[in-house]
């Protein structure tokens, strides 16, 4: 559901993902089938961006121009937006058929349910999937997104800056939830015993489908709620695995760049006396890396207590994971075992042919180019 920039049907849209070290940009070609593109990441200026919002607009926007001619990117853009000046909503309304009068109903809920006037953001509203069982109630759900316009605008100058169009934002927790619900992992098994399926009662109501927690590892952690596609909930937190490389940075006085590569080559997984390297950095990572998923382990804890206490919340049957954290080995594994749900690594299939690391930071992007 992306915020609408005067966007129309084009065959190549680049994702354009900005986070709080890196910038990533995925071109997604729709020509019947969806293919990947050029891509390309790089790193921004420190101080570029502060939680999400542009802070350094001239440092961002030529780090972003730099991106795209070095790998011959097209100007269409999407970009995601991931902040706290983002809010998403799930609203439970009666059922209403008409859009007109919907779309009245939903602005008039939203100014009750939403931190922040309707007259200073952008605001999109959609519907969500029919639910059996509030149909028989008379009831229906709606997600709605309000982002500061002041936000907004600081975004779009950038990327303008940068000699792109911008033809559309998004949350970016929607472009994850694009990427990732349909991977080839996500297909359900068939029925066991399809005789039986075959007799059962085709009139009764279909069973509400569990739902799936999608989460992206990056620079911060990124969440999102979804249900057959449908996001019903979504949350950022700034910390992410950027923070665990400052501590370390800090820590063993290096520079951020080989904080994140220790991160990488040391990981959660093997014994920390057969990993390679000045044992002390080692040690170190090692401790800065149980620290830090521990810590983000809180952070979903948080977000799914949080969501468990919503309207109409639906059981979660697996969290699937991306980013940069998702490829740090045993990074998974030990938020499975944290956490206690099934944890697994998606990824798009179009992203099959990249590398683990590349593949991981680009499915964001990804999905922010895919079309709805």
Same mark, same amino acid.
């Given at each position: 559901?992306?915020?609408?920039?005067?966007?129309?049907?084009?065959?190549?849209?680049?994702?354009?993902?900005?986070?709080?070290?890196?910038?990533?940009?995925?071109?997604?070609?729709?020509?019947?089938?969806?293919?990947?593109?050029?891509?390309?990441?790089?790193?921004?200026?420190?101080? *570029?961006? #502060?939680?999400?919002?542009?802070? &350094?607009? !001239?440092?961002?926007?030529?780090?972003?121009?730099?991106?795209?001619?070095?790998?011959?990117?097209?100007?269409?853009?999407?970009?995601?937006?991931?902040?706290?000046?983002?809010?998403?909503?799930?609203?439970?309304?009666?059922?209403?058929?008409?859009?007109?009068?919907?779309?009245?109903?939903?602005?008039?809920? *939203?100014?009750? &349910?939403?931190?922040?006037?309707? !007259?200073?953001?952008?605001?999109?509203?959609?519907?969500?999937?029919?639910?059996?069982?509030?149909?028989?109630?008379?009831?229906?759900?709606?997600?709605?997104?309000?982002?500061?316009?002041?936000?907004?605008?600081?975004?779009?100058?950038?990327?303008?800056?940068?000699?792109?169009?911008?033809?559309?934002?998004?949350?970016?927790?929607?472009?994850?939830?694009?990427?990732?619900?349909?991977?080839?992992?996500?297909?359900?098994?068939?029925?066991?015993?399809?005789?039986?399926?075959?007799?059962?009662?085709?009139?009764?109501?279909?069973?509400?489908?569990?739902?799936?927690?999608?989460?992206?590892?990056?620079?911060?952690?990124?969440?999102?709620? *979804?249900?057959?596609?449908?996001?019903?909930?979504?949350?950022?937190?700034?910390?992410?695995?950027?923070?665990?490389?400052?501590?370390?940075?800090?820590?063993?006085?290096?520079?951020?760049?080989?904080?994140?590569?220790?991160?990488?080559?040391?990981?959660?997984?093997?014994?920390?006396?057969?990993?390679?390297?000045?044992?002390?950095?080692?040690?170190?990572?090692?401790?800065?890396?149980? &620290?830090?998923?521990?810590?983000?382990? &809180?952070?979903?804890?948080?977000?799914?207590?949080?969501?468990?206490?919503? !309207?109409?919340?639906?059981?979660? !049957?697996?969290?699937?994971?991306?980013?940069?954290?998702?490829?740090?080995?045993?990074?998974?594994? #030990?938020?499975?075992?944290?956490?206690?749900?099934?944890?697994?690594?998606? #990824?798009?299939?179009?992203?099959?042919?990249?590398?683990?690391?590349?593949?991981?930071?680009?499915?964001?992007?990804?999905?922010?180019?895919?079309?709805?």
């Amino acid at each position: 559901m992306a915020l609408s920039l005067g966007a129309r049907k084009i065959n190549s849209i680049v994702g354009l993902d900005i986070e709080a070290a890196t910038v990533a940009a995925t071109e997604v070609v729709t020509n019947g089938d969806i293919s990947l593109g050029r891509s390309g990441v790089a790193a921004i200026p420190p101080g *570029a961006t #502060r939680e999400g919002e542009v802070s &350094d607009s !001239e440092a961002l926007s030529g780090a972003i121009k730099e991106l795209f001619a070095e790998h011959k990117l097209p100007r269409n853009v999407r970009v995601g937006i991931a902040n706290q000046r983002v809010v998403v909503r799930t609203l439970r309304l009666p059922f209403i058929d008409d859009d007109k009068e919907l779309d009245a109903a939903v602005r008039f809920q *939203a100014q009750e &349910d939403l931190a922040m006037p309707l !007259e200073q953001s952008v605001f999109d509203w959609q519907r969500l999937r029919p639910n059996p069982e509030l149909r028989a109630e008379g009831k229906m759900d709606v997600v709605v997104v309000a982002a500061r316009r002041e936000m907004v605008g600081d975004l779009v100058r950038v990327v303008r800056d940068a000699g792109l169009r911008p033809v559309g934002l998004d949350v970016s927790a929607f472009g994850l939830i694009r990427a990732l619900s349909k991977d080839t992992d996500g297909i359900q098994p068939v029925a066991s015993d399809p005789a039986a399926a075959a007799d059962a009662d085709a009139t009764a109501p279909a069973p509400v489908s569990q739902a799936k927690l999608f989460c992206s590892l990056g620079d911060n952690t990124n969440l999102a709620v *979804a249900r057959e596609g449908d996001c019903l909930f979504t949350r950022v937190s700034t910390f992410g695995i950027e923070g665990i490389a400052q501590r370390l940075a800090e820590r063993r006085e290096l520079t951020l760049e080989h904080a994140r590569q220790w991160l990488g080559h040391v990981g959660v997984e093997a014994p920390v006396e057969t990993v390679e390297g000045d044992p002390a950095i080692v040690q170190a990572t090692r401790e800065s890396l149980e &620290d830090g998923v521990a810590k983000l382990a &809180d952070e979903m804890r948080l977000s799914l207590d949080y969501y468990g206490t919503q !309207e109409g919340a639906v059981s979660i !049957e697996e969290i699937v994971v991306c980013g940069p954290g998702a490829v740090i080995a045993g990074v998974p594994a #030990r938020l499975e075992q944290l956490l206690g749900y099934a944890i697994r690594v998606g #990824r798009p299939p179009a992203l099959a042919g990249l590398d683990a690391a590349d593949a991981a930071r680009l499915t964001l992007p990804f999905g922010l180019g895919l079309e709805e």
